[in-house]
């Protein structure tokens, strides 16, 4: 189970509407219980390394895989995971998503839809490298702070992943 601070919450989510139309992206970063609950406590936004068209795709430049893991050693904290977004698109992993994935880590995927935060959901991998979503401990809906709406709760069908 994922646990939000708020402020990490908010960062990431602005994130997302600030990069919107292209996809966004960043490291999560916090601590692991002994259940495997994970408290996100801070986040780095990093800059979309893709070439081409953004809107459909993110990459972490290897640079920026290297300076994440010296800011949570330097800070006591955990390298836990990524965040991206999809940009009218649902949040549920790609193929390409699953492909590019790591073990052990956390992807979050914000969906954004026509520059609203839609649903926000994780995901890890599995034993067969099959992604399993994770639980994240906030309920949604929760007001969005930009336009004081509420979040939408569904992925919206009529736009299937294609990330």
């Known amino acids: 189970m994922l646990v939000f601070s708020p402020l990490v919450r908010e960062r990431m989510l602005a994130d997302a509407r600030q990069t919107f139309p292209d996809e966004c992206c960043g490291f999560l970063f916090g601590t692991e219980k002994e259940d495997g609950s994970r408290y996100l406590s801070d986040i780095v936004v990093v800059t979309n390394a893709k070439e081409g068209d953004k809107r459909r795709r993110f990459e972490i430049a290897p640079k920026d895989y290297l300076a994440a893991e010296q800011y949570a050693e330097e800070r006591g904290l955990m390298l836990l995971g990524v965040y991206h977004s999809h940009?009218?698109?649902?949040?549920?992993?790609?193929e390409h998503d699953r492909l590019a994935a790591q073990p052990f880590f956390s992807y979050v995927i914000i969906s954004v839809l026509d520059g609203r935060i839609g649903r926000v959901r994780s995901w890890r991998l599995n034993d067969a490298r099959q992604f399993e979503e994770e639980s994240i401990a906030e309920p949604l809906p929760i007001e969005d702070k930009a336009t004081?709406?509420?979040?939408?709760?569904?992925?919206?069908?009529?736009?299937?992943?294609t990330c």
């Open 148 to 161: 004081h709406a509420p979040f939408v709760a569904v992925d919206n069908p009529a736009h299937p992943s």
């Open 87 to 94: 940009p009218n698109h649902p949040a549920v992993p790609s």
